[in-house]
């Protein structure tokens, strides 16, 4: 079971979880001159600074900060993925300590372990379309936090998400009356999954579709904090959930909050 790996001393990133509504999220922009435990970000030439070893670091708050730097490192195509050689792969022959998990889409522009820069052994990460989970998928996510001490679980959404999409226009085509079989590109369960991110968007300005991508992270993140395998590590301060989009353009990792 779970020992005390942590100090109680480690700063929560989320607080006051409870309101998911897309109208609260706080979109906090990544600088790319932060002035945070980074240094080492995209001001300078990043390749010329090693990555920080993620196996080394403790809290989540460090791995999270660890991962902006690699993500920092990837949109300015300055990557050095760190812990892809021999060595690192042998080391891990008797046992894994992932520093974080990550539950993300499908999509083939949005591998974690690129977009963060991070090496094998580092990461322990699920994809589903549009990172939709039912109680299996949640097993899997739930099992780096909750059975090797992860302390640090990321609910990655992403620009121009096709799922999303296309749950989007299938619902709205239900809205209007149409024929959903219009859409049937729309995965039936995935569609299902995702209607409450459609509905909790709707109330939102701007584009539909960005908003549904912000609500089904901020769900996914409140209902992972709730999950049975994950809700007393996450109050006991074992397990922090943070809730990002990463945008294709950019390459960037921004973190929201509901
Ligand atoms: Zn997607």
Aim: hydrophobic share 45%; with cysteine.
């Amino acid at each position: 079971m779970k020992s005390l790996h942590f100090s109680g001393d480690r700063r929560k990133l989320l607080t006051g979880a409870g309101a998911i509504g897309v109208g609260s999220a706080l979109v906090l922009a990544l600088d790319a001159c932060s002035t945070d435990s980074g240094g080492a970000a995209a001001s300078e030439t990043a390749s010329a600074a090693p990555a920080t070893d993620l196996k080394d670091l403790e809290t989540a708050e460090e791995i999270w900060d660890a991962l902006l730097e690699g993500n920092q490192r990837w949109a300015a195509g300055e990557s050095v993925h760190p812990g892809t050689d021999v060595e690192t792969r042998e080391s891990l022959v008797e046992g894994q300590e992932p520093r974080a998990a990550v539950f993300t889409c499908i999509d083939s522009r949005v591998g974690p372990e690129l977009v963060f820069d991070t090496g094998v052994g580092d990461l322990m990460v699920t994809r589903t379309a549009a990172n939709t989970f039912d109680p299996l998928v949640s097993e899997s996510v739930s099992y780096g936090p909750a059975a090797l001490e992860a302390p640090l679980l990321v609910v990655l959404g992403h620009q121009k998400c096709g799922a999303v999409t296309a749950a989007h226009d299938a619902l709205a085509a239900a809205d209007a009356g149409e024929e959903v079989e219009e859409h049937e590109y729309a995965l039936p369960e995935v569609v299902a999954a995702l209607t409450p991110a459609y509905e909790a968007a709707k109330a939102e300005s701007g584009d539909p579709i960005d908003a549904m991508i912000a609500a089904n992270v901020l769900l996914t993140v409140q209902a992972l904090k709730e999950h049975p395998n994950l809700a007393e590590l996450v109050a006991d301060g074992e397990l922090t959930v943070v809730g990002a989009v990463y945008s294709l353009e950019t390459g960037l990792v921004t973190e929201i909050e509901g």
